[in-house]
T-cell receptor, first 113, second 116 residues
């Protein structure tokens, strides 16, 4: 399938620790986006990284992209209880008509106070 | 980021009735809108993609006569679940984006549909 695959499926850490989530995808992309979803809510866009970028930061978030390995990682530093949510990566594949995003099952992050 | 709203946020209806869900982009013009469906503890499943003024493109396995999508303007798309049945109960999320390769896709807060 064309969706991104997140790893691990679930992650539980103590508040203050760093959380790292990984994403693998299949073919060449224009960009890759990370989203967060709180239980029963819509998705919140976190960060977009283009295929020609290797790293991007936004606050406590750091995203890396390795196009040779077709993988991306999301690092949340100094995690907080409010970071508890599911995190999804969504690759936007290259090619005509490939403007829709498809989602994997996500990584369920639990930050314990 | 841009704001996408959905209405209603929650609806409970009887089997056999039709339900309309609205999706609006509040501060930008959405050339493309998407409708997703999410089952509990599952990923989002793309149902259809619609461009303003055009017919929606449905994903394989999604019944176009059951899930009617209208994208009448650059800020409004509607999803109508016709003759709803309990198996249609789900969380429906819309999303919108402007044109361009590297534009972000913004999501609405979702609509929880429960069909009794």
């Amino acid at each position: 399938s064309q969706q991104g695959e997140e790893d691990p499926q679930a992650l539980s850490i103590q508040e203050g620790e760093n959380a790292t989530m990984n994403c693998s995808y299949k073919t060449s992309i224009n960009n890759l986006q990370w989203y967060r979803q709180n239980s029963g809510r819509g998705l919140v866009h976190l960060i977009l990284i283009r295929s020609n970028e290797r790293e991007k930061h936004s606050g406590r978030l750091r995203v890396t992209l390795d196009t040779s390995k077709k993988s991306s990682s999301l690092l949340i530093t100094a995690s907080r209880a409010a970071d508890t949510a599911s995190y999804f990566c969504a690759p936007r594949y290259s090619g005509a008509g490939s403007y829709q995003l498809t989602f994997g099952k996500g990584t369920k992050l639990s930050v314990i106070p | 980021g841009a704001v996408v709203s959905q209405h209603p946020s929650r609806v409970i209806c009887k089997s056999g009735t039709s339900v309309k869900i609205e999706c609006r982009s509040l501060d930008f013009q959405a050339t493309t809108m998407f409708w997703y469906r999410q089952f509990p503890k599952k990923s989002l499943m793309l149902m259809a993609t619609s461009n303003e003024g055009s017919k929606a493109t449905y994903e394989q396995g999604v019944e176009k006569d059951k899930f009617l999508i209208n994208h009448a303007s650059l800020t409004l798309s509607t999803l109508t679940v016709t003759s709803a049945h309990p198996e249609d109960s789900s969380f429906y999320i819309c999303s919108a984006r402007t044109s361009g390769t590297h534009t972000e896709q913004f999501f609405g807060p979702g609509t929880r549909l429960t069909v009794l």
